[in-house]
């Protein structure tokens, strides 16, 4: 039996080579607990693609609900490099559709919805290879001005959220 896939990333879709960090639980590829998502720009719109393993299971069998909405925030995040966006996480609500299972393939979808002021609505879908909403994420991010935000022992900003782009997050 074969192991489902998604069709073909849209057309002009690329690869987001940089990552929050190399030790972001989300997207790093240097923390051995981390999820290590593939993470692909199309237009607006970023794509994550992620195949959670046994680790990240709960009690029931399903993927934790704690995980499967860590990857959605991961990837709304990277939404703000696509639009030099400096912004932070103030409220994000998921609705869990149908049970999201370790080792399947899924691939989100994620997008800015609107502004008003400093609040900028976002929206991801998770989906199955199958095409089956899993999951959608609703979320509310707050610009803020990294100088201030950021300027605490530890913290990091990353060059493209300043406009810029760069191999690896400064700090």
Do not use: N, W
Request: with cysteine; proline share 8%.
């Amino acid at each position: 039996m074969s192991r489902p896939v998604h069709p073909p990333l849209p057309d002009g879709a690329t690869l987001v080579t940089e990552p929050h960090g190399p030790d972001c639980f989300g997207c790093g590829r240097d923390g051995v607990a981390g999820l290590d998502m593939a993470v692909y720009q199309a237009g607006d719109e970023v794509i994550g693609e992620i195949t959670f393993g046994p680790r990240h299971s709960a009690a029931h069998g399903a993927v934790h609900g704690g995980v499967v909405a860590t990857v959605c925030d991961d990837l709304l995040s990277y939404l703000l490099f696509v639009h030099a966006e400096p912004a932070v996480t103030r409220a994000l609500e998921v609705g869990y559709v149908r049970p999201v299972l370790a080792g399947q393939p899924y691939r989100l979808t994620a997008r800015i919805a609107g502004e008003d002021g400093r609040k900028l609505f976002m929206a991801c879908a998770g989906t199955a290879a199958d095409g089956t909403t899993a999951f959608t994420t609703d979320a509310v991010f707050i610009r803020v001005d990294p100088a201030a935000y950021f300027d605490r022992p530890g913290a990091r900003i990353h060059p493209r959220l300043m406009g810029g782009s760069a191999e690896r997050p400064t700090g």
